[in-house]
């Protein structure tokens, strides 16, 4: 019995963690999980991104992200690039939940 609770637990903690949404922006590259660029234009974009008012919005890796005050909350760190070379990923704010998703599927490993 205490087998099956314990693998339970661990099942249910891993899932969790899987959402991977809570964003900290860090000041340097060098701290950052991923680099990101913010694209000027929607069909630049290899995400796109809403930002959501409370954590408990957020989806499994689909381009809601909840911003955390401290870098402990945070599921992933992220650095803003200043150029689009630099970067990891390219992404675009949305302005409407419904439309954030992932337009290219090749880096979204980065969000796990």
Same mark, same amino acid.
């Given at each position: 019995?205490?087998?099956?609770?314990?693998?339970?637990?661990?099942?249910?903690?891993?899932?969790?963690?899987?959402?991977?949404?809570? /964003?900290?922006?860090?000041?340097? #590259? !060098? @701290? =950052? *999980?991923? &680099?990101?660029?913010?694209?000027? $234009?929607? +069909? %630049?974009?290899?995400?796109?991104?809403?930002?959501?008012?409370?954590?408990?919005?957020?989806?499994?890796?689909?381009?809601?992200?909840?911003?955390?005050?401290?870098?402990?909350?945070?599921?992933?760190? /992220?650095?803003?690039?200043?150029? #689009? !070379? @630099? =970067? *990891?990923? &390219?992404?675009?704010?949305?302005? $409407?939940? +419904? %439309?954030?998703?992932?337009?290219?599927?090749?880096?979204?490993?980065?969000?796990?």
């Amino acid at each position: 019995m205490m087998k099956i609770n314990f693998f339970l637990v661990f099942f249910l903690l891993l899932g969790f963690k899987s959402n991977a949404q809570k /964003i900290y922006a860090v000041d340097y #590259a !060098s @701290q =950052a *999980d991923v &680099k990101v660029f913010v694209a000027d $234009y929607q +069909s %630049q974009a290899d995400l796109l991104v809403y930002k959501v008012h409370y954590a408990s919005q957020l989806g499994k890796n689909d381009g809601n992200w909840f911003y955390v005050k401290y870098k402990s909350q945070a599921d992933k760190t /992220i650095y803003y690039c200043e150029y #689009a !070379s @630099q =970067a *990891d990923i &390219k992404i675009y704010f949305v302005e $409407y939940k +419904s %439309q954030s998703k992932w337009v290219k599927d090749k880096n979204k490993h980065l969000f796990y």
